[in-house]
């Protein structure tokens, strides 16, 4: 029997999809896996792959034509089958081809066939909706946190295996050479305003401030905000940024949840109680388990510069020294010597990280904030930074 | 080191549980004078006598019938199929009659008998007298099912078989009773239920019975000179199964192929396959798991087909290979 050609429902929200281009014509010689036809869908054209092998048979459709999912467009006619008489066309009916952008008649959605034509249902999820992976890589993939939908499948039909998923994590540990950018910081306004801060108030936490601002660059920096997903660095909208905290010789990381919506006010209550040696650190909502930024800061007892390690998934950190005096100039007038933090951002080299200029405008962004704490006071949290753009 | 081959081996374990228990007695066609079709009872007839070693008549369903009766009134039968394609005419005796009374007068009887089946082909023995049928009794709840594949497990196996309470069809193959091995002269037991590791390996799983556990281990040979490196995991007992080590190696290996005798479909294979499946070793399958088997066809009897019908060492080689490659 002639094997059907679906256009499937590529995800729940799926309900149509136009016909962008026949990539074979009628009487084509296909094989099964080939390409046959492209779809738009809401989010990207797709490819149909053939069910069968066989001679590409009457296409139902003409090109441009939207059409509602799960129903069957072409027929793929099997050895021995050329000038048969067809069958009807699946799923009875004739469904109405809808031009243009008129709303689908969504009725209830139709069954995938059962039985006759089950290949063709297989050959069609693998085109869209599933990746073709070994249960192995799968599991590594989750343990890994590794994206399999990035991933190129070495295996036969493109099947990913576990080794395509190793060497992804491998390609990007092997590239997480840096790049490695510093600039200071002028902390006369902080120190200013910590001398004048009222006893009784919440203490002015520089680790907070710092924290706290890194969350608003960052939010204006989206690039430097990215998680490692198969082997290429993806921005995140979360923000969740790891706070490495001394813990014996070594140190700890608390991932501080919520960052992007607490207020500096609402973060320095919660401060103090930021744990030490422990992780993850969350200020109510869900917990997170993994940074997408590291935030190294050795305080007034640590060394002048510290460069630190990016996060074993994050795509940069950022390091602060102790508070030296240095000669700082400002708008191109004289330099003066001033109190001075030097910060310190790494980025990790890999597919997806940012640019250099990108990581010098994150931290343009970060100094003029901590330059201006008081504006920082009075900030919000992600609200406060969409309403200001 | 002390060799005797497969028939003697499984020999010293008749005489040896015959002596030690006189309730031991043998049920088969020509087990006497001609001392079995394939050499096993050699002898036995003139150090036990006409009372202990039974020739029967050509009657299987009779052999089988004999041995559950005196099972169950409390001698400890082995019977001898000649063949293993003629328990077909011993099934119900066996199936509905030995292999159900234990639990049907919960537990007031028992069945302690031993079927011998020589089975296996490769002797242009033809589409009567070749076949496997060891997945036939894996499905029946109530029997045993044991398949030693070297001299040494003949021995220890039959006499654990003998020891137990329970029937147990104890699948022996033609093509090994002359295969040698170490066999330690005293009477040890090797437990039912307890799977054999032949050979470590990290690349591929290979589960394999019978006659197909010496191929298995000659392929790996092979293979471990084109770096592939092969795990040879021997169940010994289908029932019951021990599938603890497949399930370990699977999650060390990712990879399994289960090669046996008998057809393919419906076959033992398929269980293997099903378990390591449903198990913990799930996550760790890189390729799907391989059955390699006898085709889906009466054994042959030209040495040609019957050679295409089986799984052969090549054949064994090609599929583990493929799996190991990742052409799978």
């Not at chain 1, 029997?1 to 929200?13: K, V």
């Not at chain 1, 390091?319 to 790494?346: F, K, Y």
């Amino acid at each position: 029997m002639p094997a059907p050609l679906w256009l499937p429902r590529f995800d729940p929200a799926h309900e149509q999809s136009r016909i962008l281009r026949w990539l074979v014509a009628e009487g084509d010689v296909v094989l099964a896996g080939d390409p046959l036809c492209e779809v738009e869908t809401d989010k990207v054209n797709m490819e149909l792959e053939a069910p069968a092998s066989g001679l590409m048979g009457p296409q139902r459709f003409p090109e441009g034509v939207t059409v509602p999912v799960v129903t069957a467009i072409a027929w793929v006619l099997l050895e021995g089958e050329q000038g048969a008489q067809l069958p009807p066309w699946p799923r009875g009916g004739d469904p109405e081809p809808i031009v243009g952008q008129e709303p689908v008649a969504t009725s209830e959605p139709a069954p995938m066939p059962a039985n006759a034509s089950g290949d063709a249902v297989i050959s069609v999820a693998r085109a869209g909706s599933r990746v073709r992976a070994t249960p192995a890589a799968r599991h590594l993939a989750r343990v890994r946190r590794v994206d399999l939908e990035s991933l190129r499948g070495t295996g036969p039909l493109g099947r990913v295996q576990a080794i395509d998923v190793e060497q992804a994590g491998q390609l990007a540990e092997a590239s997480n050479a840096s790049v490695v950018l510093e600039t200071s910081v002028d902390m006369s306004p902080l120190l200013a305003l910590q001398d004048m801060w009222p006893e009784e108030e919440l203490p002015l936490d520089r680790s907070a401030l710092l924290a706290f601002a890194c969350t608003q660059a960052l939010l204006r920096n989206p690039a430097l905000n990215a998680w490692k997903l198969g082997g290429r660095y993806v921005p995140q909208d979360k923000i969740l940024p790891g706070l490495v905290a001394p813990c014996g010789d070594g140190h700890s990381v608390a991932v501080l949840e919520t960052a992007d919506s607490l207020s500096l006010r609402a973060l320095l209550k919660a401060w103090p109680k930021m744990p030490r040696g422990e992780a993850p650190w969350s200020i109510g909502g869900a917990s997170a388990d993994r940074e997408s930024f590291r935030i190294c800061d050795l305080g007034e007892r640590g060394p002048d510069r510290v460069a630190a390690r990016t996060g074993p998934a994050a795509v940069a950190s950022l390091g602060a020294g102790r508070t030296v005096w240095r000669h700082l100039s400002h708008d191109d007038g004289p330099a003066e010597l001033r109190p001075a933090m030097a910060l310190t951002l790494t980025i990790a080299d890999g597919p997806g990280a940012p640019s250099e200029i990108q990581g010098a405008r994150f931290l343009e962004d970060l100094v003029v904030m901590l330059e201006n704490p008081l504006k920082l006071l009075l900030q919000g949290g992600r609200d406060a930074h969409r309403d200001g753009q | 080191m002390r060799e005797l081959s497969y028939r003697e081996a499984l020999n010293e374990a008749l005489v040896q549980a015959m002596d030690a228990d006189p309730d031991v007695i043998l049920i088969g066609e020509d087990i006497g004078t001609y001392g079995g079709a394939f050499g096993v009872t050699r002898g036995l007839l003139d150090r036990f006598g006409t009372g202990r070693v039974i020739d029967t008549p050509i009657s299987e369903a009779g052999i089988t019938g004999a041995c559950v009766g005196a099972a169950i009134s409390g001698l400890r039968p082995v019977g001898d199929m000649q063949f293993s394609d003629f328990i077909t005419l011993g099934m119900e005796q066996l199936v509905l009659q030995g292999a159900r009374m234990r639990t049907m007068f919960a537990g007031q009887v028992k069945v302690p008998l031993v079927m011998r089946l020589p089975g296996g082909a490769g002797t242009g023995a033809a589409a009567q007298h070749s076949g496997s049928y060891e997945n036939w009794f894996v499905h029946v709840p109530g029997l045993k099912v044991v398949m030693p594949a070297s001299a040494y497990d003949a021995k220890g196996l039959l006499l654990a078989a003998i020891d137990d309470d329970n029937p147990v069809i104890f699948c022996e193959h033609k093509l090994l009773y002359n295969t040698r091995g170490h066999v330690p002269e005293e009477a040890y037991r090797e437990p039912l239920g307890v799977s054999r590791v032949w050979r470590r390996g990290r690349d591929l799983t290979l589960v394999a019975t019978s006659m197909m556990v010496a191929l298995a281990l000659e392929a790996a040979d092979q293979l471990a000179g084109e770096g592939i490196d092969v795990e040879v995991i021997d169940p010994r007992t289908l029932r019951p199964l021990d599938e603890t080590p497949i399930v370990e190696s699977v999650i060390r290996t990712g990879r399994l192929l289960v090669v046996h005798e008998a057809v393919e479909t419906g076959g033992f294979g398929g269980e293997v396959v099903a378990r390591v499946v449903a198990s913990e070793a799930f996550d760790y399958l890189d390729a799907p798991p391989l059955r390699l088997a006898g085709k889906d066809v009466p054994v042959p009897q030209s040495e040609v087909l019957e050679a295409a019908a089986i799984p052969q060492f090549r054949d064994i080689v090609r599929d583990a290979r493929k799996l190991a490659r990742n052409e799978v």
